[in-house]
């Protein structure tokens, strides 16, 4: 079983739509979670933390349940440019697992 | 520039050649990471450094693979006797680590790409 699971996606959305993204983690250790952004080719980069009382960040808000071992990502009023591939990551003190990302496609 | 710098960005090799690529993480960064991705993957653990000490490595690591920070700074990552199924983007990260403190967030590099023909 993965450390970190996601639904591949993709997700087609037209701009301005209200997308969420969910991740589970099988570690109940983990205490480290971040979403990341990756686009094509290139090296995944910090969208945001993850906070255990959820936070917000412009369109981005994130949260977290520990009871049911899952995070979350809402990205609101979508912009063309939000078109990715998001990674949920994991972790503990000093280790990191990425989820197989989903991909977000926005369309005019 | 003072973020995580990799190189080479790309290697073409033959199968059988042994491969050598560097990371210079972020100056202030003690903990220095190796991971692996492939198409459609997200990425894949292979071992990270606390300064010059290799703390952990993955079972899937096989011996061909050998990284090093002998001075707690940049780090080597060695793949000998390469295989087609090592093709893949090669990714260093750094990031900030402090005892029992939560971890601080990966920075990555833009990785080395490598194709093995």
């Known amino acids: 079983r993965k450390e970190v699971e996601q639904d591949p996606g993709p997700f087609n959305v037209p701009e301005g739509a209200t997308v969420a993204f969910n991740c589970t983690y099988s570690n109940s250790a983990s205490q480290s ?7 094509c080719r290139k090296e995944p980069k910090l969208l945001m933390s993850v906070y255990s009382s959820g936070n917000e960040d412009g369109r981005f808000t994130a949260q977290l349940n520990r009871a049911s071992q899952y995070i979350s990502l809402l990205i609101r009023d979508s912009k063309l440019s939000d078109s990715a591939t998001y990674l949920c990551v994991g972790g503990t003190l000093n280790k ?5 990302g989903t991909k977000l496609n926005v369309k005019p | 520039d003072t973020g995580v710098s990799q190189d080479p960005r790309h290697k073409i090799t033959k199968r059988g050649q042994n491969v050598t690529f560097r990371c210079d993480p972020i100056s202030e960064h003690n903990r220095l990471y190796w991971y ?16 010059e000490a290799q703390l952990e490595k993955s079972r899937l690591l096989s011996d061909r693979f050998s990284a090093e920070r002998p001075k707690g700074s940049f780090s080597t990552l060695e793949i000998q006797r390469t295989e087609q199924g090592d093709s893949a983007m090669y990714l260093c990260a750094s990031s900030l680590g402090r005892p029992y403190r939560v971890a601080s967030p990966l920075h990555f590099g833009n990785g080395t790409r490598l194709t093995v023909t």
């Open chain 1, 96 to 100: 990191f697992y990425f989820g197989s």
């Open chain 1, 33 to 39: 979670f971040f979403w990341y952004r990756q686009d």
């Open chain 2, 36 to 51: 692996r991705q492939t198409l459609g993957q997200g990425p894949e653990f292979l071992t990270y450094f606390q300064n």
